[in-house]
């Protein structure tokens, strides 16, 4: 899309660079963090509380 901030994608171990595109399309709803980032990072926020 226009006007968005890209996202970094770098392929793992064993993937490339079309596998790790399609997984974080996966991963991803209407945020540009994958999910299992976001829920990472809001529990360790709670956490911290």
Same mark, same amino acid.
Request: no cysteine; aromatic share 6%.
């Given at each position: 899309? #226009? &006007?968005? #901030?890209?996202?970094?994608? =770098? !392929?793992?171990? *064993?993937? @490339?660079? @079309? #596998? =790790?595109?399609?997984?974080?399309?996966?991963?991803? &709803?209407?945020?540009?963090? !994958?999910? !299992?980032?976001?829920?990472?990072?809001? *529990? =360790? *926020?709670?956490?911290? *509380?």
């Amino acid at each position: 899309r #226009k &006007d968005v #901030k890209p996202v970094f994608v =770098s !392929p793992g171990h *064993k993937t @490339n660079l @079309n #596998k =790790s595109i399609e997984i974080i399309m996966n991963l991803t &709803d209407r945020f540009r963090i !994958p999910q !299992p980032l976001r829920y990472a990072h809001k *529990k =360790s *926020k709670e956490l911290l *509380k």
